[in-house]
């Protein structure tokens, strides 16, 4: 039925969530089981509006970056710990959920399992949640948990 | 996994493509399966705002709901079809996503299937899709197909 799951993870409770039930997918359907992290690139803007400005945007990029395969590697022992075959994560930058659905095109993924509400929950009420924008743009199944 | 799932069907591809999925999940969990078609009451204030006015409204919310019926026999006939087990129908009057919702949570249903875009997508582009407000309502899973 599925044989490709992606599970978007942040790092929120709403992640985990979204990873359990996406492992039951798996265990059920036999399909590869992928988890992505997202993070941004430090953007000069955000920096020029913040009254605390780094010296060196590109170590904070690593920072972030190092933040998000930490986030990657939780997941992916959790995912083991719950039962999972061969869970494999990723991480990628960019805008969350155009991230997301570009990875699952490239990847062929035939279902999105996500939380409702992750980290990206305050931004989610000015602009539309990164649930809502996956559901809306993604070619496969959207699974909201 | 899932005990009860709740496809709600509008007459529309994407609502028979969201049951197709959903008669597939019930293949492998062994869940309940359910269609619900939503009609709404015939509006005074939509009747003011018309340039054709009907008679007799009362008799507009008869005509509303035999369409609503026919819907949901269409639906349950293609989900025994598709090779449903005891697939159910219901019919409700109300806004379509929150009467959704709150049929799921009278019956306990664990997870919705629905259509990303149904016959009330020109509205969803001025008031937030029924999938997104239904995500964003429900207490269970919610897959967008």
Redesign the interface.
């Known amino acids: 039925?599925f044989k490709r799951i992606l599970v978007p993870v942040d790092g929120s409770e709403n992640a985990l969530r979204a990873l359990k039930?996406a492992v039951?997918m798996q265990k059920?359907?036999g399909a590869e089981l992928m988890t992505l992290t997202v993070f941004r690139h430090h953007s000069l803007l955000e920096a020029s509006m913040s009254m605390v400005r780094p010296d060196d945007p590109q170590n904070l990029d690593d920072v972030m970056r190092e933040h998000a395969k930490d986030i990657a590697d939780t997941a992916k022992k959790a995912a083991l710990e719950m039962g999972a075959q061969n869970p494999r994560s990723f991480v990628r930058n960019g805008p969350p959920a155009r991230t997301i659905v570009k990875f699952s095109k490239e990847r062929e993924v035939d279902l999105i399992v996500l939380g409702?509400r992750g980290l990206g929950d305050l931004e989610g009420y000015l602009l539309g949640s990164v649930?809502?924008k996956v559901?809306?743009l993604a070619d496969c199944?959207?699974?909201?948990?």
Request: proline share 7%; no cysteine; charged share 5%.
């Open positions: 039925m039930l039951e059920m359907t409702s649930s809502h559901t809306s199944p959207v699974m909201v948990v």
